[in-house]
């Protein structure tokens, strides 16, 4: 489900099932994308990234895609765990004209059912 | 040595109060940054140190001062803050800036409460 206003964006799976978190982007000039984890209390973790030439990158249980033309982002993760729950960012590395800063996205909450 | 300490985990302080934060890395990174977090939202940049010398402020105000002593330490100086200023305060540090896109390790923030 989804929540809106001043709540985060919410997507809850059940353990065990996939999970699809997206994210939009808006610089077609950024060359890399990033995934970060931020558990609560914690700072944000990596998770995985992909540069701008690639459409698709895979890790240990995720996999990240990425559709250039509509500006869009994708996190898969397998075999969702109840430690998957967090909220995810995605952020956009802006290029080296930009000083190779990152900008990140509004963030989805992962809640994982056991 | 792969981590990014912040001290200390928790702040209160008053709108008179001077305070400091710090951040310590001991990866050889020689670009540092200070990010503001509030509830619910993503960080947001707000200092970039590379090479020891301040290279990006993204209009912060002044009551926010950084400082960067040497390659492992980054502090950020606190005074006359306004209650808006409450937020997570996360320090993150990377092998260079600048010149290409490289990992970004955060460490695990300082919570400020202004009263």
């Known amino acids: 489900g989804e929540s809106v206003g001043l709540h985060l964006p919410t997507l809850s799976v059940q353990e065990g099932d996939n999970s699809i978190i997206n994210c939009a982007y808006s610089?077609?000039?950024?060359?890399?994308f990033i995934w970060y984890k931020q558990e609560s209390g914690k700072g944000p973790q990596f998770i995985i990234d992909?540069?701008?030439?690639?459409d698709k990158r895979q890790g240990q249980r995720v996999t990240v895609l990425l559709n250039k033309t509509v500006k869009h982002l994708s996190l898969q993760i397998a075999a969702t765990q109840p430690g998957d729950s967090a909220v995810y960012f995605c952020a956009e590395n802006k290029g080296r004209n930009a000083g190779n800063m990152l900008t990140f996205g509004g963030g989805t909450r992962l809640m994982v059912k056991p | 040595d792969t981590e990014v300490t912040q001290t200390p985990k928790h702040l209160v302080m008053g709108m008179t109060n001077k305070k400091s934060l710090k951040c310590e890395q001991h990866?050889?990174?020689?670009?540092m940054y200070w990010y503001k977090q509030k509830a619910k939202k993503p960080p947001e940049l707000m200092f970039v140190y590379s090479y020891e010398k301040l290279s990006i402020n993204e209009s912060v105000p002044s009551r926010f001062s950084p400082e960067c002593p040497n390659s492992s330490l980054l502090n950020l100086h606190l005074h006359a803050l306004q209650p808006e200023d409450s937020a997570l305060y996360l320090c993150?540090?990377?092998?260079?800036?600048?010149?290409?896109?490289?990992?970004?390790?955060f460490g695990p923030g300082t919570r400020l409460t202004v009263l």
């Open positions: 992909i540069r701008s030439n690639m």
């Open positions: 990866m050889g990174h020689r670009a």
């Open positions: 610089n077609s000039a950024s060359d890399y």
């Open positions: 993150a540090s990377s092998q260079s800036a600048g010149d290409y896109y490289n990992e970004q390790f």
